[in-house]
């Protein structure tokens, strides 16, 4: 759960203390994915490298994921999952959250999306020294 406090003005002039509560239902609620805690987060590696050959991946099955090392149409949908979540936590194309959506939305698997992007935003307030929050570009 994200939770803060902030102190606000109201419109006479009086300091009105706010307290925000955040948490994986309400980015459910709010964005309709359609998933639920049930749904999983973690998909087997084997099933993620078959489906890699079937999108034509041209590197090793072994070595790191590059969207650049499979066919267009793939190339695209990565493009457009890799920066929707926007996370800034590690190479941005060669996370496996990112493989285990695209593996989903291709073989037409439930998965947990709202947990993993719920992840990446209490990471990205967490983990920023500065007073900077990075959101999902979807919200």
């Given amino acids: 759960m994200i939770y803060f406090a902030v102190r606000k003005k109201d419109e006479n002039g009086q300091d009105v ?5 955040f948490n994986v239902g309400d980015l459910r609620r709010v964005l309709e994915l359609g998933d639920s805690d049930n749904d999983p987060t973690i998909i087997p590696r084997r099933l993620c490298k078959g489906l890699w050959c079937r999108m034509g991946f041209t590197g090793h099955i072994n070595g790191k994921m590059g969207k650049t090392m499979f066919s267009k149409p793939y190339k695209f949908m990565i493009h457009c999952v890799v920066h929707a979540l926007s996370h800034r936590k590690g190479a941005y194309d060669e996370t496996s959250d990112y ?19 719920f992840d990446y935003l209490v990471e990205n307030v967490k983990d920023g020294s ?4 990075m959101y999902p570009r979807f919200i």
């Fill in 17 to 21: 203390d706010l307290e925000i509560k």
């Fill in 99 to 117: 493989m285990n959506i695209i593996t989903c939305l291709v073989l037409n698997r439930p998965y947990n999306v709202s947990k993993v992007m």
């Fill in 130 to 133: 500065e007073k900077y929050i």
